[in-house]
């Protein structure tokens, strides 16, 4: 697995936990618009997509915050890891035609 860990300096406390609450509602978000794709059918020859791997990723973000300082986790399996190429190469070839 991949796991990331970030850590940045914003001005001071109250922009911290504002950025807590963006990325929390960001994550929410895209964990949403996910569960609506995997709903939906792929087109025709697409690969298969690893929405549920990728809601998991998702859920592992873990974001905190101390004083003016914001930390960011996230891990992501080397199985999902594997298959975003495939799922880039084949979106940007839809993207050309």
Avoid: C, Y
Avoid at 4 to 17: K, T, Y
Avoid at 54 to 81: F, G, H, Y
């Amino acid at each position: 697995a991949l796991e990331l860990h970030a850590e940045g300096s914003v001005p001071n406390a109250e922009a911290a936990n504002k950025l807590v609450k963006k990325i929390a509602d960001l994550r929410k978000q895209g964990i949403g618009e996910l569960q609506k794709a995997m709903q939906q059918p792929l087109p025709a020859g697409a690969p298969p997509v690893p929405f549920q791997a990728m809601i998991n990723v998702l859920d592992t973000i873990q974001v905190q915050s101390q004083q003016e300082k914001v930390s960011v986790r996230v891990s992501a399996p080397n199985t999902l890891l594997q298959q975003l190429p495939m799922l880039f190469l084949m979106g940007r070839g839809a993207i050309l035609d």
